[in-house]
């Protein structure tokens, strides 16, 4: 019997950080997050999460579920959904229909379904998500911790639960201020020592003048990359950055599509790329992205948004985990709602198949704590 939705649920949560969260871009206190729902007639339900950011895609928690409801649910509705074939197929389809409505913000949405039906697909067939991303590289994941816009004293308060996590490296939010941001690296090295490697990130935030002026005076602090120092459109002071200061330069905010990784590496712009599966429309289009990346001699880091939730935190690691030679993993996004910061460390070495032996992602959202989110039921 073929595997067809016959209800999408969508639910925005909204769940309390435990503390607040304040980089360039904005300052968060919670979650923002939409959750899909996909329920199939075989009694499966896949579950997908968009963490939209209009300042990367465009996209708000009403646009996302505009879309889904508007765009995508006649399409979705009875759809045989019975191999990897189907859903690329489906995908291409949902794309399609965007273009077709002249919209050009939908790339977080279309992530949140391609999450759903690969967890969905993964049940139904009895096999972890993984298996449709590549079998796990073995290699050891170099995991990463950011930084936010903490006092000093809080990092320092955090310290000795940061140490538990084992972390290979720290990446620091930088602002405005170039003092302030020579005096916080200044301060973290110390406080991490010189085995810790650290990178910086600015958020589009900077111009070329300062961000060459800045990225120079803290090359003393060994700083092992600079990510997004200028604005997501300036691909040519990115070429810039990385020939005047030497520098590697990690591109985020410039990079959510195929074809902007093929311009940016065309253009000699950036030596590793932040692949965040939302923003980039989902695992297979991640997939593609990094394949092309690394075809052509690109690094990849996996990166997170702030306050995504496990839903998207497993399929960073499943991301991570098949990817070969991969720079950094920073999925600890929730930490910022969990009270135990132990035993989170994703070891990539010695990890076998029956580490993610569950089906699809490899759990289900309780209806517990679906209820305590706000819901809407798609009608057909």
Wanted: proline residues 3%; aromatic residues 8%.
């Amino acid at each position: 019997m073929s595997m067809k939705i016959v209800k999408i649920n969508l639910y925005q949560c909204k769940t309390p950080f435990k503390f607040p969260v304040h980089t360039p871009h904005t300052r968060r206190i919670h979650a923002d997050s939409i959750i899909v729902e996909l329920q199939f007639n075989k009694g499966i339900s896949g579950f997908g999460e968009s963490a939209p950011r209009p300042y990367v895609t465009g996209e708000t928690c009403s646009s996302v579920v505009n879309t889904i409801q508007n765009h995508f649910s006649k399409i979705l509705f009875h759809r045989e959904i019975n191999s990897l074939g189907n859903i690329e197929n489906t995908m291409n389809l949902l794309e399609k229909e965007c273009h077709n409505k002249k919209s050009a913000t939908f790339n977080s949405a279309l992530g949140a379904i391609d999450i759903a039906l690969l967890d969905a697909l993964g049940k139904f067939q009895g096999v972890p998500l993984h298996n449709y991303l590549g079998p796990f590289t073995g290699d050891k994941i170099s995991c990463s911790l950011s930084l936010p816009f903490f006092h000093n004293i809080i990092i320092k308060e955090l310290y000795h639960k940061i140490q538990l996590l084992e972390l290979d490296s720290i990446k620091i939010i930088m602002g405005k201020l170039e003092n302030d941001n020579i005096e916080r690296v200044k301060f973290i090295r110390s406080l991490f020592g010189d085995h810790m490697e650290i990178r910086i990130e600015a958020n589009g935030k900077w111009s070329l003048k300062q961000a060459i002026s800045t990225i120079e005076k803290l090359k003393r602090f060994n700083i092992a990359g600079v990510e997004q120092p200028l604005a997501g459109n300036n691909i040519e002071g990115l070429r810039e950055i990385r020939n005047i200061t030497g520098i590697p330069v990690i591109v985020d905010e410039s990079m959510c599509t195929l074809s902007d990784v093929k311009h940016l590496i065309e253009m000699e712009a950036c030596d590793i790329i932040n692949i965040k599966i939302s923003k980039c429309g989902g695992l297979l289009k991640s997939k593609r992205i990094k394949d092309f990346a690394q075809s052509r001699n690109v690094r990849c880091q996996v990166g997170t948004h702030v306050g995504e939730t496990s839903i998207l935190g497993k399929a960073g690691q499943y991301f991570a985990m098949t990817t070969h030679n991969l720079f950094c993993f920073e999925g600890f996004s929730h930490l910022l709602f969990d009270n135990s910061w132990e035993n989170h460390l994703i070891e990539g070495q010695n990890k076998t198949k029956d580490t993610f032996s569950d089906f699809g992602l490899g759990f289900d959202l309780s209806d517990q704590t679906l209820k305590l989110m706000c819901s809407l039921e798609i009608k057909q």
